[in-house]
């Protein structure tokens, strides 16, 4: 899952990129809100964690202007501000969660997966595909014997967003801005590689079916 960070305190910048890299997400950053809207048209992100105290335009401006986009990204709000004006001001102008600094990095990406879960319209924690019980929480997978898998990084990434949007596909490209950050750089054949990997450490448990020049889509096996 890939995050956009819009926070000017480059401390908390790289605390939350780092927290948050730990968990599994690509986290990529820009310190002003101006930077923002730029970077969430050229990639596909699963959510923004914005600061409301940004040089010139602020948190709320950017929540506004893309909500009255027609961009439905969820937006999670970090804020050193408590008052109840601006929570509810910025939950009124489209932002879907609020939290107040200093935070727990655990807190923070639990919001982050409730969020993420939410829009690709998964109702908890643990999902059911096939034979797989996926963990989306502790990020493990289950197979029908009851075994962990053992995943690399980037093959639990692809898993996750496959299932998170389970019956539909998924692009290849957005499959590939799932694993890596903007200065990263993969191969073309990166994802068939990963995928294949998957496929057999899936076994018979669940399938990855390629959708001939559309992407993938996880199914039972």
Known sequence: MRILLV????????????GLSVEGYVVDAVATAEA??????????????VDLGLPGMDGFDLVRR?????NSLP?????????????????DLGADDYLTKPFALPELAARCRA???RAGVAGSNELNVGA?????????VLGADGKTLDLTRREWSILECLSL??????????????IVGWEEEISGNAI?????????KLGADATVRSIRGLGYRLEDA
């Open 7 to 18: 926070e000017d305190d480059s401390l908390v910048s790289d605390a939350i990129t780092r």
């Open 36 to 49: 923002a809207p730029a970077r969430l048209a050229a990639a596909h992100y699963d959510l923004s964690i």
């Open 66 to 70: 893309l909500r009255s986009e027609g």
């Open 75 to 91: 937006l999670l709000i970090v804020t050193a501000r408590d008052g109840l004006d601006d929570r509810v001001s910025a939950l």
């Open 115 to 117: 969020l993420i879960r």
């Open 132 to 140: 797989l019980r996926i963990d989306l929480a502790g990020k493990r």
């Open 165 to 178: 949007h389970s019956g539909r596909v998924v692009s290849k490209d957005r499959l590939m801005q799932a």
């Open 192 to 200: 068939e590689v990963h995928v294949s990997r998957l496929r057999s």
